[in-house]
């Protein structure tokens, strides 16, 4: 069973920075630069969101873009959220999520972290 284990969540204060790190064991396939591996955050009363992304090239949502800067390690197994500049909007459960299509699609979640942004 393929586990997401986040990291690095807590509280700070505005203008503030922290970083998110998730750990992907026990995956049945290899993780390939084809594989997608993304963050996600959903703060109370709103839909779970796409921020970040990161396959062969790396996407942003605009509302992280120049503030937010994901990445992964050499052997694909550790993607990383550095965060900087929070605004308590940044306040929700960030989670990490891994997106594998080999004869069919293979979608993995992590459990979530939470990330609070004091003002």
């Known amino acids: 069973q393929v586990q997401l284990v986040e990291s690095g969540g807590g509280s700070v204060q505005a203008r503030g920075s922290l970083r998110l790190s998730c750990k992907a064991t026990r995956t049945q396939f290899t993780i390939f630069s084809t594989d997608t591996m993304a963050w996600y955050r959903q703060a109370p009363g709103t839909q779970r969101e796409l921020i970040a992304s990161?396959?062969?090239?790396?996407t942003y949502a605009d509302a992280v873009k120049g503030l937010f800067t994901v990445s992964i390690d050499n052997f694909r197994t550790t993607i990383s959220l550095e965060m900087k500049d929070l605004k308590p909007a940044d306040t929700a459960v960030y989670y990490c999520t891994l997106v594998q299509v080999r004869a069919s699609r293979h979608d993995y979640w992590g459990q979530g972290t939470q990330v609070t942004v004091s003002s």
């Open positions: 990161i396959a062969e090239s790396t």
